[in-house]
Structure formats: C-alpha cells, structure tokens
C-alpha cells in the first residue's frame, strides 16, 4: 500500500469524489470540506494547515484523508483497515504533519488510534463521541409561536454573540473577530437562519452540501429561550427549507452527552446511521 499526497483540491476531489459518494450521508464531512477546498472562491489564511492524501493498493482507494484547519477527517469503505492505517500513521510522522487530532466513524478512528499510540507514543485523548443522523422527510413538530426567517445584516450583532456563546458551549471558543467574520459568512451566503417569536430567540445553519445533501450545524438557543421548543422549531422549518430546495437529506452531528438535542433531532424526523468520534492528540 502506498500514500498519496495531493496538493491541488480539485485534483484530490476528482480522485475520490465517487468513492465517497458511495456513502454520502457518512461521508458528509470530508466532502463537504473537500468541495470547499476546491471552490475557487474559498479563502483561508494559512494554506500550509491542508493536508489531502489517500491510501491506494494497486489503485484501489483503501483511506481518505483530509484536513483544512484543524482535525484530520479519516473516511473509508474498508471493513479490514489495519494495514492502510499502519501506512496512513507511518507516513504523517515520517512527514512530521501537524496533526492536532482525527475524526471518522467509530470503527475507522478506533483502527488509526491503535496505530497512532503505538507508534507516536503520545497521549490521546476522547474530545466529544458524536453521532452523525440523516432526515429525508420532517415530521409536523413545530407547536411554538413564531416564525423561520434568513438572518440578515440587521442580526449580524446578535449572531455574532451566538455563535460565541456556542462555540463556547461546545468547548471550543472563538474570538469575537472570528465569530463575527463566521455570522457574516453565514448571512451573506443565506445559509443561516433564526427562529423569531417577537425578537430572535433561535438559529440554525445550513453548510457542507454535496451532491444530494446538505449538513445543518450551529443550532443554538440562548439560555433564556430554551424549553420552549424554538430549536425544535427551527430546526424543523430550516430542514424543510432544504429539502424543499432540492436537497434530497439533511445530515447532522449531535454530540452524545447533550441527550436534550439528540432526542429533539429524533422527534423532527432524523435518524441515526452512525457513530463519530473526536480524538485529540
């Protein structure tokens, strides 16, 4: 087995674009940045954090991996992965990557792990156990007063407090400079929106579409509006929103010790396909 290092994101999403359409649902993240990557329009600050390589064994693809700013995302059809892992780990310390931690399905983290301790020697921690749920129809659950709207320039300041709040929730904090950049991101593309009874009480973001879905991500309630459905609620109307768009399923991570939002996601209509993992080196 051999490693294959691409440096052009277009090049990389041609090689495995089809490979991971096989499980789109799943595979949703490392497409998703990968599509990104391979936008033209894209900006990053930093190119050198990329990182895109393959597994092959006489030209089959056995790993995908791919990285933007932070974790490296492992993707796989293989159900037998030890020696692709053993390759994939060997060739990122002989390269000296930088590689902060891995994400992927259960048991594809769990095979590079065993590797990466081995032959790292370093400590590695859990960082979140995830799940990851597909919707392809909403079930009729929104019993709460209010109203699904785009987020526009108007809320850029109360985005901007949200998405900080959040990140700090989800224990990965963010400067107030870098949530305000991610709000306006999010507001001019019309990729975000909020729930209002009166005054916005709720959101929700759409982001990472590939070929037949889309990722919805940075749900947040503030603490004062909380039980009384608006996420539910927004959730709900934004997932119906996409599919009405076009879009085929909705996707989403849910981090499994927040049970709150793993049986509101059910109750909308999503469904689990899998489980995820964060490790961090």
């Known amino acids: 087995m ?32 990968i599509n990104h990557l391979a936008d033209p329009n894209s900006q990053y ?10 597994v092959e064994d006489a030209g089959q693809i056995k790993l995908v991996m791919v990285k933007s700013t932070s974790y ?30 891995v994400i992927g399905v259960r048991s594809i983290a769990d095979a590079f792990i065993n590797h990466w301790k081995e032959k790292s020697q370093q400590p590695v921690t859990v960082a979140m ?7 392809e129809e909403v079930n009729d659950v929104i019993n709460c007063p209010g109203k699904c709207r785009a987020a526009t320039s108007e809320d850029i300041e109360q985005v901007t407090k949200w998405i900080q709040a959040f990140s700090a929730e989800a224990l990965e904090p963010v400067s107030s400079k870098e949530a305000r950049d991610f709000a306006e991101r999010c507001i001019c593309k019309q990729s975000l929106y909020i729930w209002e009874d009166h005054v916005p009480v709720s959101m929700a973001n759409s ?15 503030p603490p004062e509006y909380r039980n009384h459905g608006y996420a539910t609620a927004c959730v709900a109307a934004l997932s ?42």
């Open 2 to 33: 051999e490693v294959y290092m691409y440096q052009q994101p277009e090049v990389f999403r041609q090689r495995v674009e089809s490979y991971l359409l096989q499980k789109e649902d799943i595979h949703n993240l490392a497409l998703g940045i």
């Open 72 to 101: 490296l995302v492992l993707s796989s059809l293989e159900n037998d992965l030890d020696e692709a892992m053993s390759v994939a780990v060997s060739y990122l310390l002989e390269h000296d990557l930088s590689i902060p931690g």
């Open 129 to 135: 156990k995830q799940r990851i749920y597909r919707l």
């Open 207 to 221: 982001t990472r579409p590939t070929k037949n879905g889309i990722v919805i991500n940075a749900v947040y309630t």
């Open 240 to 281: 119906q929103h996409l599919l009405n768009s076009g879009y085929h399923f909705c996707t989403l991570y849910t981090d499994l010790a927040n049970p709150t939002s793993n049986s509101i996601y059910m109750k909308i209509g999503y469904r689990p396909i899998a489980e995820s993992i964060v490790y961090k080196f």
């Open 45 to 54: 600050d930093d190119a050198t954090h990329f990182f895109m390589a393959t």
